[in-house]
C-alpha cells in the first residue's frame, strides 16, 4: 500500500505528456488571438471550453472545439464552400484566414478561432460588449453565464489546468453515506432522490468540491439553504438543506476545490427558516448541461473517488 502511495503520484504517462502539450499549445493559441484581436484569452479559452463540454463529437483530431455553422462560416448567398479568404469576405461570411495561407478553412484550428474572435472584437471587447456578441451568437442566457463564468475562474486562477477536486466535507468528521441515488421521495409529489445524502452533524463544514463559480444561493421548498456552484465542465454542483453559509459568500464568487461554503443543517421541506423535518445531512446533486437542457446525473461514483483521493493526500 504504502508503495503505491509512494509512487502512484509521480508515475507520468505518454497520454499525460501529451495533455500537457495539447493545452500549452491551445494557450499559445489563445494568447496569440488576445494580441491580435484584444479579446481576452480567458475569455477564448471558456468558449472553447465550454463547446467542448457540449460536443457530442470527443474524438475529434481538432485542438479548438468550436463549431461555426456553414451559413456563419461562407456567408448568406455563397454558392459554394471556396475556402478563399477574400471571396468568403466577399459574402460578409465570418470565415477568416488565421495562419496566413489566404483560406479560411472551417477546420483549421487557427482559422476557426480567429474567425470567432473577430466576430466579438467587431462587437466591443469590454466584458459587457463580449457577453451582447455571445448572447447574439448563442441565443441563450445559460450558455452566457456559463462562458463568463468559465472566463472568470480561467481569469482567476490564470490557467486552463484545472483538474482537482475535493471531498465535500473534512475527512476528520463524522459522516456516512450510501449510493441512494434513484430512492422514492415523498415531499412535494412523486419524485426521485436526485444526489446523494451524507449524512453529518449540524455544523460540520461543507467545502466546493471544484473549481467553479457561485451560480445560485437562498432558499429553495426541497433544498432549504443551498447553494449552487457551476463548474468549467458546465457541470452544475447542488449543496442542500445548508445550516448557514459561508460569510460573505454571494452569487459570482470563484471558489476553487476545498474552500469553504456553508455547514450541514437540515433545512428545508417547508417556507423559508424550516429545519429539522430529517436527521441533519448535505444532499449533494450534479447536473449537466449539453447547451439545450440540464438533467441530473448519479454524483456517488465522484463523490467516493474525490474521497479516495483526498485521503491519499493526506
Ligand atoms: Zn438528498
Redo the contacts with the bound molecule.
Sequence with gaps: MLFILVFHPSESSAEEDKEIDVNKEKLALYKKNEAVTNIPWFYLAAIDKYEKNIKKDADSENLISIAIPEIKWFGIGNPSKNTTASWISAFEGWGKDGNGDGKADPNNDEDILYSMASYIEQQGTSREDIKIALWKYYQRELTVQTIANIAKVYQTFNTIVLEDNDFPLPLNMNYSYRNTWGDARGFGGRRI?E?T?IFANYGVPVKSTTYGVVEMKGWNRFGGWRIGIRDIKSRYHYYAHLNGYKEGIKVGDVVKPGDIIGSVGATGYGPPGTSGKFPPHL?YGMYKDNGYSEWSFDPYPYLSRWEREARNKK
Design positions: 432522490h444526489g445524502d444532499h
